[in-house]
């Protein structure tokens, strides 16, 4: 919950082009997929 709403804050922030460097590579790094994560959470709803 807390990441969600740090990521949605950042994305307002970032919108704004109110980032700097640093913080908007953190921010991109967290919204890049994370493969093995996300395909391992999905595949267990379909069983």
Same mark, same amino acid.
């Given at each position: 919950?807390?990441?969600? =709403?740090?990521?949605?804050?950042? *994305?307002?922030?970032?919108?704004?082009?109110?980032?700097?460097?640093?913080?908007? =590579?953190?921010? $991109?790094?967290?919204? *890049?997929?994370?493969?093995?994560? =996300?395909?391992? $959470? !999905? !595949? $267990?709803?379909?069983?």
């Amino acid at each position: 919950m807390v990441i969600k =709403d740090l990521k949605q804050q950042l *994305r307002k922030l970032a919108l704004e082009k109110k980032l700097s460097k640093e913080t908007l =590579d953190l921010f $991109t790094e967290m919204e *890049r997929p994370n493969f093995s994560k =996300d395909l391992a $959470t !999905s !595949s $267990t709803t379909w069983f």
